[in-house]
């Protein structure tokens, strides 16, 4: 039973001290599942194979690495110490994959939207799916970036104790200054909202409509995360707040994208090239707490690292 237990505990802090590499495969393979499935538009220019594709596969793309974050996030809440504070942030992060895993499993797949679309059903069927798909939105958006933002703070307030959370520099400021003035613009905006409501505000719409401000808070947040993982000067750990800023960076992109083409800033054809920039933001979200796990695994198992 012990050299059970001990073959067990290797090869886990084998494959712990690899998370990144086994992160980034598991991206590549779900990255090239998706392009043979969309092989027809890539041969012949077939938009409904590539819809398919992007529907289905795309959904496991997200779905799995939605999956990969939460378990990878429970565990680097598990590896650091009680009273750590740390260890509360990377609860909360992990409560923010268990959203976003959650709500991409009910909107792609127990709407039906991976299999047939935004409409698959009809009759009451189709008013059930669209509520169980609203629902699952406010928990993969609006909730998910509650409890990011959250974790994120608890991160930033330990680095800026510990010193290590420098003034941003002239293009820090300017990126900070405009995701103030976003926050502080879709703060308004949701105010006019609210104010215009002649009843009381449906809950699902209220958190819809508060999505675009807590995104603002984490743009906030992204760019001091930056700045404190420079301050590292590389490293694992380093690497994991600047793959998080990167993560909340390509998802207000991918906001910015859906609001565009909705009004017509751009071509609706540009909505395929938005379905990158969400893969890219899982891969992102995955690929953070990996480095975590890897170097908490490595510092406490200095052997593993010439392995």
């Known amino acids: 039973m012990k050299l059970a237990q001990a073959e ?3 090869w886990l802090g084998a494959a712990g001290a690899h998370a990144v590499n086994l992160v980034r495969w598991l991206v590549a393979c779900l990255a090239v599942l998706v392009l043979w499935a969309a092989r027809g538009f890539i041969l012949q220019g077939d938009l409904g194979e590539l819809n398919s594709a992007l529907r289905l596969y795309g959904s496991v793309f997200l779905i799995g ?23 509360q942030a990377w609860l909360l992060l992990s409560f923010a994959a268990a959203c976003r895993l959650l709500g991409l499993i009910g909107a792609n797949l127990y709407s039906g939207f991976a299999f047939w679309g935004d409409r ?12 169980i798909r609203d629902i699952s939105l406010s928990f993969s958006t609006p909730i998910a970036v509650l409890f990011m933002a959250a974790g994120l703070l608890i991160v930033l307030r330990a680095y800026k104790s510990l010193g290590m959370l420098p003034r941003p520099g002239p293009a820090g400021s300017i990126l900070l200054g ?20 002649s009843g009381p505000a449906p809950l699902l719409k209220m958190l819809s409509w508060m999505n675009d401000p807590l995104t603002g808070l984490l743009l906030l947040e992204a760019v001091l995360l930056a700045r404190a993982a420079g301050a590292m000067r590389g490293g694992l750990i380093g690497s994991c707040w600047k793959t998080y800023a990167v993560a909340v960076f390509l998802t207000a992109f991918g906001d910015l994208g859906i609001w565009a083409t909705s009004y017509g800033w751009l071509p609706w054809q540009y909505v395929y ?14 690929l953070a707490p990996a480095y975590q796990v890897e170097a908490i695994v490595r510092a406490r198992n200095p052997w593993l690292s010439a392995a």
Do not use: H
């Not at 698959?120 to 799916?129: I, K, L, T, W």
């Open 120 to 131: 698959p059903f009809r009759g009451p069927a189709a008013e059930e799916a669209g509520l």
């Open 273 to 286: 090239v938005n379905s990158g920039v969400w893969m890219a933001a899982a891969a992102a979200f995955a």
């Open 178 to 197: 405009a995701a103030a003035i976003f926050l502080v613009l879709e703060g308004l905006e949701f105010r006019r909202w609210l104010a215009g409501l």
């Open 8 to 10: 067990r505990a290797y």
């Open 65 to 87: 690495l939605a999956a990969v974050e939460y378990l990878l996030a429970l565990v680097s809440w598990r590896l650091f110490a009680p009273g750590d504070r740390l260890r």
